[in-house]
């Protein structure tokens, strides 16, 4: 059975920085992207951040470009995402996801964790 498990979430002040980490176990994703969601209240799920399976290839949604860093590390089968200069509008569960693909002009997961709230007050 597979298990994405994320941690690391909490509350935060605005320009503080928080990483998120998601450990999977069932089956490695071995060339497949893994990366991350978010759905803040009242909103749709929206894609985060993924990276490649060689960890060369890495992608962001414009609204964290230069503020969240996403890494992996295959040998441990884990997954991280580093997030600086936070703001209100990050406030949201975050979830760690697998098999990750770009399809139709979005990008989907089919495998995902529980979710990590994070929350950032101003």
């Known amino acids: 059975q597979v298990q994405l498990v994320e941690s690391g979430g909490g509350l935060v002040q605005a320009g503080d920085s928080l990483r998120l980490s998601c450990a999977i176990s069932g089956r490695t994703f071995d060339g497949e992207a893994v990366g991350w969601f978010r759905q803040a209240p009242g909103r749709e799920y929206e894609f985060v951040a993924a990276v490649t399976w060689s960890g060369g290839g890495t992608y962001y949604a414009d609204f964290v470009k230069g503020r969240f860093t996403i890494a992996r590390d295959n040998a441990k089968n884990t997954m991280s995402l580093q997030m600086d200069s936070l703001s209100p509008d990050d406030t949201a569960v975050y979830y760690c996801?697998?098999?990750?693909?770009?399809?139709?002009?979005?990008?989907?997961?089919?495998?995902w964790g529980q979710g990590t709230q994070v929350t950032v007050s101003s």
């Open positions: 996801v697998a098999d990750v693909v770009y399809r139709g002009g979005t990008y989907q997961a089919g495998y």
